[in-house]
């Protein structure tokens, strides 16, 4: 299951560096979205979604194509 989140949080990464590349928006903030289900009975499954996005950022220290 780790995997899959990783595989997933890094799919979304990619896509985030994708998308402000094809936009020329290299003077904008890049940000970057997790859908997760924070309540309920899957709130478990949203918290380590929050976690791997957070991981991904930190292995990056922070930065995508050389910006915040």
């Known amino acids: 299951m780790r995997?899959?989140?990783?595989?997933?949080?890094?799919?979304?990464?990619?896509?985030a560096l994708a998308?402000?590349?094809?936009?020329?928006?290299?003077a904008q903030e890049i940000k970057i979205g997790v859908l997760a289900t924070l309540e309920g009975p899957f709130a478990a499954g949203g918290q380590d979604g929050m976690r791997?996005?957070?991981?991904?950022?930190?292995?990056?220290?922070?930065?995508?194509?050389?910006r915040e």
């Open 19 to 26: 998308a402000s590349a094809a936009t020329g928006a290299l």
């Open 3 to 15: 995997v899959r989140t990783q595989q997933v949080v890094g799919g979304l990464f990619a896509l």
């Open 52 to 66: 791997g996005a957070d991981l991904a950022v930190k292995a990056h220290n922070g930065m995508v194509a050389g």
